[in-house]
């Protein structure tokens, strides 16, 4: 009867069951061979229920496999893998989280310096941007290209008689500028490095296009160098009146230059290196 | 037929109860769990071969719970109770294969 435990242990028997279901087909037809046969007795244990004392012991068992084998499968399946492990795993498995956490701080600490660069070099490249878009508002002013406004004075030459002739005008544009003129417009001609002035027969030409009297120049500058540089005894304003134009000058909080020079590119000057 | 009635009542209260595993048990129960297993297999097995006793069925089974669960303990007492359950079970799935090939034998003939 204890040949329940006994296979269990020894591997001859399992060699052993082999040769005793192969005789039993044989004779297998006869009722009283087939009772012995073990699918008989597996139907015969399953169907008619017979509530014997050993069928409702070993269900007993049974039950409570049954219910730790579900409550086991379930709590494995419900709760981390944390539940149940040892206690050298727990440790093990907090070591590897440590030093994971670890690697990713210093992966963090690397990315929040790169992330710091690049926002640095960003701002750098903005500043420079920014400069430069100044830089070239600034030359634009100079360069004629960019309407310009801010203090100044308007200029205005009567010359009823004709008498005013290009070189008074080069004279008034050379006061201007050593008085400190920023920008200069005559007229609706803006005037750049590269003005220049010719007489012509109806009149006077700057840069080619032809002016005509009133010439009004309105100059962005510090009206209070402006108006005295133009006026000193011997000076444009004085000339002007010896040629029987009449010059007046009106200071402005607020002047607009905004006509506007074709910019030229140099065809043969080069930047030479320094 | 009353046994395997009661296996499966078993899973179904398991299932719907979900108890909490006290955790004084937690490291024995899925040993445990193996080593009924076996005698289960071992008490098929006998039925087919016609020498099914209830009573030694009881004690295999319980003997065999004890004694897995003991040898875990002792295992985990002495510091190497991973490495012991992991011999406990692989013994078990051996007997439970061993005992599976020769259920099937009687079963299919083959």
């Known amino acids: 009867m204890a040949a329940e435990e006994q296979p269990e242990p020894q591997p001859e028997p399992q060699a052993q069951p082999e040769p005793t279901p192969e005789p039993e087909p044989t004779p297998g037809p006869g ?19 017979r509530l014997s004392r050993g069928q409702v012991v070993v269900a007993t068992l049974l039950l409570v496999l049954g219910f730790a084998l579900a409550v086991q499968v379930r709590s494995t399946n419900d709760h981390s893998q944390l539940r149940g492990a040892r206690q050298e ?23 929040e310096q790169s992330l710091a660069q690049l926002e640095n070099s960003s701002n750098q490249a903005k500043e420079a941007q920014e400069q430069t878009r100044k830089k070239a508002t600034e030359l634009g002013v100079l360069a004629g290209t960019v309407r310009a406004t801010g203090p100044g004075i308007v200029l205005t030459i009567d010359d ?12 008034t544009l050379q006061e201007l500028r050593a008085a400190g003129a920023e920008a200069i417009q005559i007229n609706d001609v803006r005037v750049v490095a590269g003005t220049y002035f010719t007489d012509a027969d109806a009149g ?34 004085r000339s002007l009146e010896k040629q029987q134009a009449r010059a007046t000058i009106t200071q402005e909080q607020k002047v607009v230059v905004d006509a506007l020079a074709a910019p030229t590119v140099p065809q043969y000057a080069k930047p030479a290196a320094k | 037929m009353i046994a395997v009635l009661g296996l499966v009542i078993g899973v ?12 004084a048990v937690v490291p ?10 076996d005698a289960v297999f071992g008490g098929v097995r006998a039925m087919l071969d016609g020498i099914f006793d209830d009573k030694v069925f009881v004690v295999s089974f319980l003997s065999n719970v ?19 359950s992991t011999g406990v ?22």
């Open chain 1, 31 to 49: 009722p009283a061979e087939a009772e012995s046969t073990p699918r008989h007795r597996l139907r015969v244990a399953l169907w008619p229920p």
């Open chain 1, 89 to 111: 795993d727990l440790v093990r498995i907090l070591d590897e989280l440590d030093s994971r956490q670890q690697r990713l701080q210093q992966e963090k600490t690397q990315l």
């Open chain 1, 160 to 171: 009823p008689q004709r008498q005013v002739k290009a070189d008074m005008l080069l004279d």
């Open chain 1, 204 to 237: 006077v030409q700057v840069d080619g296009r032809k002016v005509s009297a009133p010439f009004k120049f309105t100059v962005v500058g510090n009206p209070q160098d402006l108006t005295p540089a133009l006026n000193i005894p011997g000076g444009v304003v």
């Open chain 2, 12 to 23: 179904v209260v398991g299932l719907i109860v979900q108890p909490e595993v006290p955790d």
């Open chain 2, 28 to 37: 024995y129960l899925p040993i445990a769990v193996v080593a009924a297993l």
């Open chain 2, 66 to 84: 004890v004694v897995a669960a003991l040898i875990v303990y002792l295992g985990d007492q002495l510091g190497v109770g991973s490495q012991l």
């Open chain 2, 89 to 110: 079970v692989v013994v078990l799935g051996i007997r439970i294969f061993s005992n599976a090939a020769a259920i099937r034998r009687h079963v299919f003939r083959a």
